[in-house]
Structures are given as C-alpha cells and as structure tokens.
C-alpha cells in the first residue's frame, strides 16, 4: 500500500522545526515512517516544502515558485492550493492507495475525492481556516474520512480521534538541582510577550525562547514552559506535551483543548488569556519538579506514546480501503 502524506508547503517540515503545524507534522511523518519500517503493510512519501527531512522519500514543492496573490491576507493559503492542483493534475498522486492530508487545502481535496483517491485528512488548522469546515462536506463520500487530536473537536461520530505522539526517545526528563530560566514558545503578539517577560521576572528567573536544535535540552533546564497562542488550534498541543514528556509543567492560557489534555492534577498552570499575575501565582503553586515529573511524563507515555497513535492511524487506513 503507498500512500502520499501531504504537508503545509508554507513550512519546512524538519526535526528543527518550531512552528505547531510544522513540529507535529513531523512528529506524524517520522512515526508512520517508523512504524513502516518496523511493521510494514505499507510505504510512505512524503510531500512537503523544499528543504524538508529526507527520512522518507520526498516530493518537494516551493511555493515562492508561483506568483503572489493579490490579497497579501490569503497569499500563502492562495499558492498552496495552486501547488497541489498542479501536482494533481500533473498525475502525481494517481499511483497513490491513499493520501493523507495534513495541509489546509480544499480545491485540492476536492479533485481527489471527484477522481475516487482514497483520502485522510487530519485537521491542523482552527475553526476559522477555510480547510476546517471541507471535511463536513466530504465525509459523505464514502472514500473519505476526517480524523482530529481531541475528543472536544470530533464534533461526529463520523469523525475519528487519533491522539498525537510525542518521540518519548527524544524528549525526557532529567534531573537537575534547580532550574535555570523560563522557556516559552515565542509569538508576534506584543501581550504576550509582556506577560511572559513579567512571569519570568516575578520568577527571578530569565527568559529564554525555543529556537535551533538542542530542543530537548532547553525543555529539560527550564522552570516551566509558558505556551501563549493568540488562538489554540489543534496543534497547540504538541510542544506541551513535548515539556510534559521532560517533566515540565505548562503554563497556557485557558481553552477546552488544554484543559482536555492536562487532566491530571499538577500538569499546568491555566488562567484567563493575559492574566498574567493570576498564571504567575498559579505557576508558583505547582508541585516541584522532582514530586510531579514522572506525573507528568507517566501521563504523555500512557496517552500519547507513538506505537498507540500509528496503530490507530492503520486502523484508519484499513477501515477506509477495506483491507485487514
């Protein structure tokens, strides 16, 4: 069985990624080529921008090869459905069993699903991305089907939830005699860039940001790692539980997503978005690192290990092509 994984072309998906979308679509890829590898039943392709990993095969795209669009707002989502139709309708997805999309498009999509192409589609985007509502139309063809990352957004029994994974081989705790800064996952949004400088400072502690490779260890020497998306997506998640599987705990603010993935006690830390005193109080009564860590890890290996969420994707591919 071959199946095509399509990716957001307006990221590069590499293990030095950082953006959401592009951090857990690699997490995806490199667990499905894993699981190929070690189980088999199928071989995967992946299709991304220019520049991404080269653990599987890959068919790359650049977007700065076709022509801007007028509405600067669009320019990315606009040229990204262009690539794909091209790729379309150039015959390269036509040997494919199975594409599994995890790139926001929709005209794409559509002429999949008109040619008969068996299609998966995780949703990485919010509610308000045009990509979000294709799947309620889709999904009465019967060659299609839409899976989400929590149980808050399946919104149909139509729906199904494969949970993320988290490479618990490279993101684990280690045990150190105190904390040497606060880590956040750096936005554009001057707000919360304020309310992560003042938590850092009511912490006497620096503030440091993700960048580069050493990803693991900037998780493993911080206090506490502060996620402030304008808005949460369905790949918010995936550098909290990245902390979470180095003991860490997680300082948000409040959603229905977050509150769905941390329901063990002693997690996080959740306030109303840009209350920052408020977070910083509760940051400070989270149980310490060394009574919580394994709390936290025990938790991310228990529900979001990769073996669970490759196993569920299979099910999926099978149920949909109606093979064991």
Known sequence: MRIALLTDLNERIAPDSVADEAVLAFEIAESLADSAREVGGFALDLVARRGSWQGLPLISLELDDLPHSRDKSLDGFVRQEAAYCELILAGLLQDYHLVHCLAPI???????????????????????????????????NRTFQCTVLTPSRAGSDAVRVVVPSVDLE?????????????????????KAKRAAAAIAARMDLPLRRVEGENQTGLLQGAAVFLYFAAATTPASMVWPLRAAACGKPVAAWRSRDFEDLFVQPGMCALAPTGNWELLAQEIQELPSFSAASQIRRQTVVARHNRRAMTARYREVYSDLLGVP
């Open 170 to 190: 490279k993101f684990y705790p280690l045990e150190r005699d105190r904390a040497d800064y606060v880590l956040w996952l750096e936005t554009a949004d001057r």
């Open 106 to 140: 929709v005209t794409p999509l559509q002429l999949l699903s008109s040619m008969g192409t068996a299609i998966v589609q995780t949703l990485l985007v919010g509610d308000k991305h045009p990509a979000s509502s294709l799947p309620l139309v889709l999904l009465r």
